[in-house]
């Protein structure tokens, strides 16, 4: 898989959601800018795909390896408008497993299991 083949719009908007929140690359949690390309991206290619878009001045961050901190620039923002149009990032079902996961490790953890299965359901994951 190359970057050609991850498509830039739901990365935008994945970003365009999050602004202003801290956005990484497989790091596992819900700021996992992963979510928003094809399962099956591996992740020197996750990190090529934001590299092109921050060539290109439509984000920021750092693309070293680090934990980037990557955010949708004002470029970016109008770029999405201009070619995309209106519209939101639709959360998957990888992104609310692990916003429920992130939720239930904030409380008690030995209510945690309880809780965290009673969600999947709720959410039919
Ligand atoms: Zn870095």
Do not use: H
């Not at 083949?5 to 602004?19: A, G, S, T």
């Not at 992740?43 to 984000?59: D, N, T």
């Amino acid at each position: 898989m190359q970057c050609k083949d991850v498509p830039e719009e739901p990365v935008l908007r994945f970003l365009q959601k999050r602004l202003g929140r801290f956005n990484s690359w497989c790091n596992g949690s819900i700021s996992d800018v992963a979510l928003a390309m094809p399962d099956d991206t591996p992740p020197k290619v996750v990190l090529r795909k934001i590299s092109g878009l921050m060539r290109r001045g439509l984000v920021d961050g750092c693309d070293c390896g680090c934990a980037g901190s990557f955010s949708i620039t004002q470029k970016g923002q109008e770029y999405l408008l201009a070619k995309y149009g209106e519209g939101e990032w639709e959360e998957t079902e990888a992104y609310r497993l692990r916003a429920a996961i992130e939720q239930c490790l904030k409380q008690d953890p030995k209510d945690a299991v309880a809780k965290l299965l009673e969600l999947v359901a709720q959410e039919g994951l």
